[in-house]
């Protein structure tokens, strides 16, 4: 079955880095595309980013465009998310998800989520 282990979250001041990691198993990796979401206490999901299956197209929310970079390696199955001067405002549990297409839809619900890690950045 569609398994996402994510890691790489923690506390972090503002305008630190932070390079999130998320390691697929269970499908074919390569031809599907992977996003990232994160909730927010309170908030609703948003989705912050997302890559095609052959990284030819990424997506990002107009939050966190310039400061968080997505990719992917289709050998190791694992896609990241390097985000710079981070905010609090960017305080959330962070999760990557698919539904198993090959394009970035935005606004299409994920059908496959990991547990999420936690992401903390103090101002």
């Known amino acids: 079955q569609v398994q996402f282990v994510e890691s790489g979250g923690g506390l972090v001041q503002t305008g630190g880095s932070l390079r999130l990691s998320c390691a697929a198993s269970?499908?074919?990796?390569?031809?599907?595309?992977i996003g990232w979401v994160r909730q927010a206490p309170g908030k609703e999901r948003e989705g912050v980013s997302c890559i095609s299956n052959s990284r030819t197209s990424t997506y990002y929310a107009d939050s966190v465009k310039g400061r968080f970079t997505i990719s992917r390696d289709n050998v190791l199955n694992t896609v990241y998310l390097q985000m710079n001067s981070l905010k609090p405002e960017d305080t959330a549990v962070y999760y990557c998800?698919?539904?198993?297409?090959?394009?970035?839809?935005?606004?299409?619900?994920?059908?496959?989520w990991g547990q999420g890690t936690q992401v903390t950045v103090s101002s």
């Open positions: 269970g499908f074919t990796f390569e031809n599907y595309a």
């Open positions: 998800a698919t539904d198993l297409t090959k394009y970035c839809r935005a606004g299409a619900p994920y059908d496959y």
